[in-house]
């Protein structure tokens, strides 16, 4: 079973560093160290980031070993350095990053060979503390991958297309209320803001089967939705004024349609797509629109994980079983959301679409800790974020890779945040 687990802990790793290299080599070194927005680091700085947080948990923590680099630790502490100051520290340099990750994944590798996994010793225990690095920095490749969506210059990503619609996924469904268990108690790798497993009760909701599509935003648009503050909230109405919000991030107006840049290209808007790009407050003004409402993170996951025919709570909306490349658009193996309807063997017992992968999708409920919540492995990860204005969103992106996306996973981020690949889809009271 150890040497199961450790094989399977080193293939993640090498291919989350696979997926690093390839978008950090996509460009040249200049374009590593440009800063593409005030909203998100320079690539060179999320490149050693990785490496120092893996050189922190991996090597000296786990392993005992000496440091490699302590003295670049305040540098790539992301509490300490706000993102658009980073470009001014005195960071590595791209050759200089690139040898200190190696360095360190050399050292990793050792401790993974020699390492004991010891139940009793919690950070080891199925093997958490590797699952928690490769989740880190493949939610850093998600950021990089959104950094490359803010850079200007030619295109250097490729991928195919996304699949094509097999069915027709729209409407909504019912959601029979009742209890349902929350959160996880078993998914070795989940993080802490995850657990515990815990029930809630529901009452009956209908959930649209899909996502918002661009088609269906678009028609918010025509009909003067961003110049109607009755369907925005005050919050949202100061911020659309203030930003200068008059359509989701990268779209243009192309005659009497709309295009988008994407990773460098500019093309049509496909209509039959989940819109991306937008804030929480656009969502939530586009579901006043049309007469329904964002739905609460406990809805989001009850739609996702509940099976009606057994009452218990799956890992994904299709059961236990890992995402394969037939369940969900996941770990940029396509530089777009997929239609409504292109993953049919994704959808849940219910009849709803496409929940995992594609999009983020914001849901109405802010970022607190679930009852009987206790930190681990460290504060910062999740609870120093509780509160505020955070809201969550569910559910992962075509940019999310599959160690970093399940049911029960929750990502948070500022209702004015639209640079991440961000979409919703709506609900409404039974």
Known sequence: MSQDLRLTIAAELERTRARTA??????????????????????????AHVGNQEELWLVRDVGGREPVRRDIDELYDAFKHARRDRPALPLLDPAEARAYVAQVRDKALDVLDRVRFEPERRLLD???????????????????????????????LTAPPPPQPDV????????????????TDTDPWALDNERPAHPVDVPSFFIDV?????????????A??????????????????????????????????????????VERVRMDEPVVH????????YAAWAGKRLPTEAEWEKAARHDPATGRSRRFPWG????????????????????????????SPLGVHQLIGDVW?????????????????????SEVFFGGDYRVLRGGSFGTDAAACRGTFRNWDHPIRRQIFSGFRCARDA
């Open 168 to 183: 027709a996924a729209t409407g909504e469904v019912l959601v029979p209320g009742g209890r349902f268990v929350m959160g």
């Open 126 to 156: 199925g093997g958490f503390a590797f699952g928690m690095i490769v989740q880190h920095e493949q939610q850093h490749d998600e950021t990089m991958l959104a950094t490359h969506q803010l850079r200007a210059g030619s295109p250097v």
């Open 278 to 285: 937008v804030c929480w407050f656009e969502a939530e003004a």
């Open 361 to 381: 999708e914001w849901v109405s409920s802010g970022f607190h800790a679930y009852p009987g919540f206790a930190a681990f492995p460290y504060r910062e990860y």
């Open 210 to 222: 899909a996502a918002v599509t661009n088609g269906q935003y678009a028609a918010f648009i025509d």
């Open 320 to 347: 236990d079983d890992p995402p394969g490349a037939e369940h969900a658009n996941l770990g940029q193996r396509h530089l777009a959301p997929a239609p409504a309807g292109g993953y049919p063997a994704g959808a």
């Open 22 to 47: 390839l978008l950090t080599d996509a460009v040249d070194d200049d374009d590593l160290t440009q800063q593409h927005s005030p909203l998100m680091s320079p690539l060179v700085w999320d490149l």
């Open 224 to 265: 003067g939705g961003y110049d109607d503050p009755r369907w925005w909230s005050p919050g949202g109405w100061a911020h659309r004024r203030e930003a200068g919000l008059v359509a989701p991030l990268h779209w243009v107006r192309d005659g009497d349609s709309w295009a988008y840049r994407r990773f460098g290209r």
